[in-house]
């Protein structure tokens, strides 16, 4: 099992910048897949970024920028420029195809208003 914790949410002013951390205990293995979802209100859940563990990462929108520390089996999700609308809880995810299993965080709440 992995237990992922999020942290670094807020409410933060168009424009601004914010970072969330996620942290994990348990077993992170080379191939597992983190990623960054998030979930406005009324809406469904989207996935933003993911990363592997070499660092190959795929994103929905350039202002955010996720990374991922190996040793520490951290993922951070830089989020640059924010919009009202990038309000939403956000949530870490740890994706693993062999066994096929999934974990999610609790989620962060980010609220972005003036």
């Known amino acids: 099992q992995v237990q992922l914790v999020e942290s670094g949410g807020g409410l933060v002013q168009p424009g601004g910048s914010l970072t969330l951390s996620c942290a994990s205990s348990?077993?992170?293995?080379?191939?597992?897949?983190f990623a960054w979802y998030r979930q406005a209100p009324g809406k469904q859940r989207e996935l933003v970024a993911t990363i592997s563990y070499g660092g190959g990462t795929a994103n929905s929108d350039s202002r955010f920028t996720i990374t991922r520390d190996n040793r520490k089996n951290t993922v951070q999700l830089q989020m640059d420029r924010l919009k009202p609308e990038d309000t939403a809880v956000y949530y870490c995810h740890l994706r693993r195809v062999d066994p096929d299993q999934e974990f999610w965080g609790r989620g962060a709440q980010v609220i972005v208003s003036s």
């Open positions: 348990g077993t992170v293995l080379r191939a597992d897949i």
